[in-house]
């Protein structure tokens, strides 16, 4: 314990000795751990934003479909247990969120043109929090329950269609026969959403109003559940299964959206190897560092070593000076990235490459996440890594001879 | 028991391409609370003999026994232990820890070896000041003169109470006045505390000043006398 | 060897172990560099060429304001006719003239709605890939054929197979009702998950009889020979349709314009991360050199003493600074190269990416292109900042005066 001291010590005034060395080398740890915790942030921020999205257009955690939908969305794929007997079970089951819909492929006609949607019905009370539609971004009024006879549209489609709120617009799809089913409807609500392809590919119309014009009864094709974290929903899988008839399939949202799924876990991953990259590039600095110290030190750790120092306390000086240094420089790196996302968190606006982020399946405004975890996995391989860097150069300086360190003439 | 013993003892050192024999079959007793100054011409094997005692170097052949110890054969940890209890150094230069204040160099034995801080600073007090060097006791080696800093170097290596004080050149860089002070300070010290000295030296002043002088030339003792303190 | 040189090369190595931890940060920096630009440059390449060969091509004829809208009636009046001429006067045949309308697609059990697109049979293979992946069945050659290729996702939605009926209803550009009957003849497997969902093509006549389009369409496509090449392509072909007010021409860029800021964006996040790595390395040189500086304080005292100018000693630091990054420069783009070279041999996969690369229209496995841009970028930059970094030290000469420099330690 004593001897702890005194390396703390020995290790704490060696490292402002050369005080401009040290600076320097707390600068790079600095501007690294920034670096590292800042980009993450970003990264998260994006992934985080374009599963949420992702969800929102999905919707929801986890899904309940015909076990062929997926393969076949198409309005004989339905799931057999009636409307009434689902609202039953999962009105009871507590859940944060949950809704049932009607979900098909649909062709939506303007007296000028005609386009490929997918027509969602229904129950616009259930459906708050769990779509991407907020009622202050609809122009007209959304759905105002199932059998609501109006249907509301996206901004670009109703460009596209010429056409507006209170103007009237043709829905085909078929019905179980594959006859044609068809309706007029009259446009209550356009609405924006943040990602220009909702806005094309989404029309909402009242449950019942679907069902009828598609002849399916109180059937519906799936139902969606929300959970509070979309990172963790195995238990809430598990409780939709229990719900749930043996004729259906449960997934959850990253089995039917692939691609999110892959995003997030290439994103965790690329978050290690960029904090393992840059730490990388700082351990030459450090090696650097350490190798010229105990080079200076040489005749004063021979001293030591001729008082009576053991080898393995010469190598614990040095050791610690590196981890102080490390400390130093993590406590003001995470103190920087902190600093510096913390204004951002209302978002950093990147509409000049919207069309861009919407490819990649993102929103053209960023909200960086600090993660603890991600902040905690930098800084623990900083000191991990770290602490191997410096093995070699206090190794080195415990290998010293007393003799030649002493004797040395310069 | 004697406080240091080398049976037939060899050393040989590489300088360039040229072998020099340092130590040559060189047997030696040094009895306990004794005054011994050892003299050669540069490149004599004062050094050598001085470092092999302290466990800094380790001979050829032959063997070196600090009282029933026979420290030749042991390994760094070992030795780093022997020289923290038993043994105190005094260098030629260099003597202290850049970093430390005089108070903490000397305390710094102390606390390697995990005496109380109280002891420690009791000690360390005493014996700055008895090296006259109380009110100074913060300042760092880089604020004091030579021959401070050899007192100071001196105080630590005495501290902790070592049976054995080697001491290289320890006047080498000093003024006359000051390196009989130093002097006069080492016997006081042998005298009170029954502590063995061996002191490597060509300084003809402090030859003259100790019980014992070993003379050496090429690694071999030609001469071994007792003489009385003038 | 100029004596200057030969002192700075020197001064290097009288510290070797701290030479070439410097020159490691700055060579692990640059093969960083120069592998990840490499894969960098080459995926954007291929993402152009991929998302643009399929189906977009490097430029389109259209009416004003159908890049925007997509609208029926925005038509480019006698579109084959046009196409024809413009094919004679640039003497290209990569020009083919198309038309596209959204209908109703219903097989016997199923019906969806679908974007069918008319296409000339014997000029659409010179501008789009797809003619070239039909994995069942064939491509019609007949311009008035009722023929009609799907994308296989597509078929397998409507439950159709090669040789079976598909109707298509719709209406055309007068407003008047279109349909028809066509036959299955192809299903395209383009590896493209959005084209194989909804691809629909059927020959331009036809398509202009059914709905009623009086010889109009929507679009030309034009290719160049390489898209290097489609600006100064674009130039003609607008200088030909001056005073045409019927048609615009469109760049890539404009027709995909997600493709280009995806692009950026992901430039931006790389720039960041390049940019990251070369401060540090800045950081490890400045360190390294000012050091160096201050370890021969008292040397370079002795020489100012003796009448040499601080200003040639701060040439002899930058010298240093250069020779060192100048061996990681070169260590760092051959290893760089060498590591890149075997991936482009053997192609380079990061598990669990097919999904990401699909999106963009990438393949799963990645062949990084060693080009003379990619090997130089990085370490020039890399030298650069070394050179910024070692300033600070070589101007601090210019403050030692030498009394004080001579008694240093």
């Given amino acids: 314990m004593n001897t702890l001291r005194v390396l703390l010590m020995l290790a704490w005034r060696n490292l402002w000795r050369n005080h401009r060395r040290t600076f320097i080398m707390l600068a790079a740890i600095s501007v690294g751990v920034w670096a590292m915790i800042f980009m993450t942030a970003l990264t998260q921020g994006m992934v985080n934003d374009m599963v949420n999205d992702g969800i929102s257009a999905l919707p929801g955690h986890v899904q309940v479909h015909h076990p062929a939908y997926r393969d076949d969305p198409n309005v004989n794929n339905l799931i057999a247990t009636p409307d009434t007997e689902i609202s039953a079970r999962f009105g009871a089951a507590g859940f944060r969120q949950w809704a049932s819909r009607v979900k098909v492929p649909a062709v939506i006609a303007s007296e000028r043109e005609a386009r490929g949607v997918t027509l969602l019905g229904i129950d616009p009370d259930r459906e708050r929090g769990l779509t991407f539609i907020v009622d202050d971004r609809v122009e007209g009024r959304f759905l105002d329950g199932v059998s609501d006879t109006g249907i509301v549209i996206g901004r670009k489609l109703a460009n596209t269609l010429e056409t507006d709120v209170g103007k009237r617009v043709v829905i085909m799809s078929q019905d179980p026969n594959n006859d044609i089913a068809e309706r007029g409807f009259r446009v209550a609500g356009v609405f924006d959403a943040n990602m220009p392809s909702f806005e094309e590919n989404y029309v909402f119309a009242g449950k019942q109003t679907v069902q009828k014009l598609l002849k399916i009864g109180q059937r519906v094709t799936e139902i969606v559940v929300l959970g509070d974290d979309y990172r963790d929903v ?94 130093i420089g993590l406590a003001i790196g995470n103190v920087l990235a902190v600093a510096s996302i913390e204004p951002l968190r209302s978002g950093i606006d990147l509409s000049i490459v919207a069309e861009g982020m919407a490819m990649m399946g993102a929103a053209s405004v960023l909200y960086p996440q600090l993660r603890m975890e991600d902040v905690v996995l930098a800084n623990v391989v900083v000191l991990i890594l770290g602490f191997f860097a410096s093995l070699s150069p206090a190794w080195r300086a415990s290998r010293l001879e007393p003799i030649e360190a002493i004797t040395r003439v310069d | ?70 420290i030749d054969t042991m390994g760094k940890s070992e030795l780093a232990d022997l020289r923290l209890r038993k043994i105190g150094f005094v260098f030629q230069a260099y003597n202290l820890i850049p970093v430390l204040t005089a108070r903490e160099n000397v305390e710094f034995v102390m606390q390697v070896q995990g005496r109380k801080a109280a002891e420690r600073r009791e000690r360390s007090t005493e014996l700055l000041e008895e090296v006259g060097l109380a009110g100074l006791e913060d300042r760092r080696p880089a604020q004091m003169s030579g021959g401070q800093q050899q007192r100071v170097a001196v105080a630590r290596a005495i501290v902790s109470r070592p049976t054995l004080v080697l001491a290289d050149e320890p006047t080498a860089n000093l003024d006359s006045k000051t390196s009989d002070g130093l002097m006069d300070l080492f016997e006081e010290l042998n005298t009170k505390h029954e502590t063995t000295f061996v002191i490597a030296t060509h300084d003809q002043r402090v030859m003259a000043h100790v019980p014992r002088l070993v003379r050496m030339l090429d690694g071999r003792i030609v001469d071994d006398i007792e003489q009385h303190a003038a | 060897m100029n004596l200057v040189v030969r002192l700075a090369w020197r001064n290097l190595w009288r510290q070797p172990r701290r030479t070439w931890l410097t020159i490691g940060a700055i060579t692990f920096s640059n093969i960083l560099l120069v592998f990840m630009m490499s894969l960098q440059f080459g995926m954007y390449n291929l993402m152009i060429d991929n998302s643009l060969q399929a189906f977009t091509g490097h430029m389109q004829v259209q009416a004003p304001g159908f890049v925007d809208d997509h609208r029926m009636r925005q038509t480019v009046p006698d579109v084959a006719g046009l196409a024809q001429s413009l094919r004679e006067s640039l003497t290209l045949d990569t020009v083919a003239a198309r038309a596209q309308a959204f209908v109703l697609a219903s097989s016997e059990e199923r019906s969806y709605g679908v974007a069918v697109i008319g296409v000339e049979p014997q000029f659409e293979r010179n501008v789009s890939s797809i003619p070239g ?47 028809a009957v066509l036959t299955v003849v192809g299903i395209i497997d383009s590896g493209i998950p959005d084209l194989d969902r909804t691809l629909a093509e059927i020959p331009l006549g036809l398509f202009q009889e059914v709905f009623s389009m009086r010889g109009a369409g929507h679009q030309i496509v034009i290719n160049a020979a390489n898209i290097d090449l489609a600006p100064e392509l674009q130039l003609r072909v607008e200088h030909l349709l001056a005073g045409n007010a019927d048609v615009v021409v469109q760049e890539w860029d404009r027709l995909q314009p997600g493709l280009r800021q995806a692009i950026q964006a992901d430039m931006s996040s790389s720039f960041f991360m390049y940019g990251v790595l070369t401060i540090l390395v800045a950081f490890s040189v400045l360190n390294t050199q000012l050091m160096s500086v201050l370890e021969r304080t008292r040397e370079f005292g002795i020489v100012m003493a003796l009448g040499l100018k601080p200003g040639r000693l701060g040439r002899l630091v930058m010298l240093e600074t250069a020779i060192m990054g100048g061996v990681g420069g070169i260590l760092g783009a051959l290893a760089g190269s060498a590591i890149t070279w075997y991936f482009s041999a053997n192609g380079f996969q990061i598990p669990g990416m097919e999904e990401m690369a699909a999106q963009f229209n990438l393949p799963a496995r990645m062949y990084p292109q060693v080009s003379r841009l990619s090997v130089s970028l990085g370490p020039g930059i890399v030298l650069a900042f070394s050179l910024l970094a070692a300033a600070y030290p070589a101007l601090r000469l210019h403050w030692l005066r030498p009394v004080e420099a001579m008694r240093a330690a």
């Fill in chain 2, 1 to 70: 028991m004697a406080a240091v013993r080398c049976i037939d003892v060899c050393k040989t050192y590489l300088q360039g391409n040229q072998e020099i024999r340092a130590l040559d079959h060189l047997s030696i007793e040094i009895e306990a609370g004794g005054f011994v100054c050892l003299s050669s011409p540069s490149g004599g094997g004062k050094t050598t003999l001085l470092n092999a005692i302290g466990g800094l170097d380790r001979p050829d052949s032959g063997e070196v026994w600090i009282e029933d110890q026979r």
């Fill in chain 3, 133 to 179: 992946l039909v994995g069942e069945g064939r491509f019609f050659d007949d311009r008035d054929a009722a023929e009609i290729v799907v994308g296989s996702v597509l078929a397998r939605n409507l439950r159709v197979g090669l040789g079976d009926e598909l109707t298509i209803l719709g209406s055309g550009l007068d407003g008047s009702f279109a349909a």
């Fill in chain 1, 234 to 327: 195995d238990g809430l899988y598990r409780k939709v299964e229990e719900l749930v008839d043996e004729d259906v399939i449960v997934n959850r949202w990253f089995e039917l959206d692939t691609y999110l799924g892959t995003m997030l876990r290439v994103m965790d991953g690329f978050v290690l190897v960029w904090v393992v990259v840059i730490f990388l590039a700082l351990s030459f600095g450090l090696v650097n560092t350490l190798v010229m110290a105990v080079f200076e030190r040489v005749r004063e750790i021979g001293l030591m070593m001729a008082l009576g120092m053991k080898p393995s306390s010469i190598r614990g000086q040095i050791l610690i000076e590196s981890m102080l240094l490390l400390v």
